[in-house]
């Protein structure tokens, strides 16, 4: 087992990049069923392993906001946006969105 190591990440052994794999890939098939819920669990799995790729965070929001839960896609698009990389604007044009479509978003 070699540990991983990206930037100033966490040290991350082979076995825990396995296992975030393999949640991705569940993801991914949950995500393509339209199970949004479960594509969600799965992807956050993913993003707690692998915390320096905001893609998966993003993932986690883009899936509350297919279930039309604004709160919380909000609150994972913030964990995405504060995630250094992210300088693609999906983050900010689906917070933006779920703002609008939030009913308790003043």
């Not at 479960?38 to 692998?50: C, F, G, H, Q, S």
Request: charge should be positive; proline fraction near 2%; include cysteine.
């Amino acid at each position: 087992n070699n540990p991983v190591r990206s930037n100033n990440a966490p040290v991350v052994s082979q076995e825990m990049v396995q296992i975030a794999q393999k949640n991705l890939e569940q993801a991914t098939l949950h995500f393509n069923q339209k199970q949004y819920a479960l594509a969600a669990k799965e992807y956050l799995v993913t993003a707690n392993i692998d915390v320096t790729n905001f893609v998966h965070m993003e993932n986690v929001a883009i899936c509350y906001y297919s279930l039309s839960d604004f709160n919380q896609a909000i609150k994972y698009f913030n964990r995405a946006i504060a995630l250094s990389g992210n300088t693609a604007a999906k983050s900010y044009y689906y917070k933006g969105w779920s703002q609008t479509n939030s009913i308790s978003y003043i």
